[in-house]
């Protein structure tokens, strides 16, 4: 029985400290927001957070359980497919109720020097 | 204890800690939750299947009763499962290992509920001498959100000859919701009927605490008996 105890000690604190607290990116800047439905505990966020990030796009995910919102980020230049993203969900065990992506901002505009008269070309 | 100390220089020697959370992979982590999980009592799965990948591992202890469980989900509807379960009568005590399927059945999802329905079936063997083939059979149903959830389960065991059977009822309140990096807790109250252990139903008060991917429950019957419950999701 002390043997007992000591091993469910011993559990409990391996458990409770494999739960690492971390900073989280601000949602507002999200390149993809899920409203997932069915998200009801931490097991829920668990599974739907690993689903995700196995997308090679998927940069970084962050679930917000009290609003079943799922911000995402993606690598640069790239994207996903909505059915991809309603594949994870799915086989995480839920079901998504709508995406919403941020607009893509305009490719800036090169940048022209003002003409001076004269012209020059590379040597050859 | 390897592991307890990496953990430790988390806060003391953060080089050190990455140094060690290489070296402890997940597996690791995994494996020496599964070993100090066998010599535990008493578990009950509250999501007999997870999401694809997923693992869990559940333990109960009471002072006459043991059960501990554990599914790899290979979908979101299907995991396979090894249990054991110990339940000590007066006169005799039943005891054995399983493998068994867990079947999602049906599900729900609502904007902020959600409803399952499990079918379990199992085989395996016990007995005093571990040589009796045994048949297991359970279902579970439940209803939660986020801060209520009630839940309906039975199991039956059966040699061919004899048949045990259980019911438990749960229902459970959380005062506040909590996101996944916040303790979240809850009051639980549980009938459960066994009349191969008592005649009359058995009330118990739990509470139950829920933090990232563990939950664990503690709290006793009526009778001041002790009932713990550890669950792990991976």
Redesign the interface.
């Known amino acids: 029985m002390n043997v007992k105890r000591l091993c469910f000690g011993f559990l409990f604190l391996i458990t409770g400290l494999t739960a690492w607290a971390h900073a989280e990116p601000k949602p507002a800047d999200a390149d993809v927001v899920l409203h997932v439905k069915g998200m009801v505990c931490s097991f829920c966020v668990q599974g739907v957070e690993k689903k995700l990030l196995e997308i090679d796009s998927v940069r970084k995910a962050v679930v917000k359980l009290k609003g079943r919102t799922v911000y995402l980020w993606l690598h640069a230049n790239k994207d996903v497919k909505d059915k991809t993203l309603t594949d994870a969900i799915e086989s995480a065990g839920y079901n998504i109720a709508s995406i919403e992506r941020r607009a893509l901002a305009a490719p800036p505009t090169p940048v022209v020097p003002p003409t001076s008269g004269t012209s020059s070309s590379k040597g050859s | 204890m390897i ?2 100390t990496l ?1 430790l220089l ?1 806060d003391v020697y953060p080089h050190g800690y990455a140094l060690g959370m290489n070296l402890a992979s997940r597996h690791l ?1 995994l494996w ?2 599964v070993c ?2 066998s ?3 008493t578990v009950a799965l ?2 007999p ?6 693992i869990a591992f559940s333990s109960v ?1 009471r002072p006459n009763a043991v059960l501990v469980e554990s599914a790899y989900s290979t ?2 509807r299907f995991a396979l499962g090894l249990t054991y379960m110990r339940q000590e009568m007066d006169d005799e005590r039943l005891q054995g290992g399983f493998v068994n399927g867990n079947v ?1 059945l049906y ?1 729900r ?6 409803a399952n329905l499990y079918g379990i079936v199992g085989v395996g063997t016990g007995g005093d001498k571990w040589s009796d083939p045994l048949g297991l059979a359970a279902f579970q149903t439940d209803f ?3 801060r209520f959830y009630t839940a309906w389960m039975g199991r039956a065991v059966t040699d061919g000859t004899s048949r045990w059977w259980q019911t438990t009822y749960r229902i459970g309140f959380a005062p506040y ?5 916040e303790l ?1 807790s809850w009051l639980v109250s549980q009938v459960s009927y066994m009349p191969h252990m008592a005649s009359t139903p058995n009330v118990s008060m739990l509470l139950r605490f ?7 429950e503690i709290g006793g019957d009526l009778h001041g008996r002790p009932w ?1 419950q ?1 669950m ?2 991976y």
């Not at chain 2, 299947?49 to 997923?54: Q, R």
């Not at chain 2, 829920?210 to 664990?216: A, C, N, S």
């Open positions: 592991l307890d953990f988390k982590r020496v939750v100090l999980l010599v535990l009592p509250s999501h299947v997870t999401f694809e990948d997923g202890f979908s979101a999602l599900r999802n609502a904007a902020a509920s959600q939660e959100t986020s919701e909590a996101e996944f990096n979240q829920f933090y990232r991917t563990v939950l664990w713990i550890l792990v999701h």
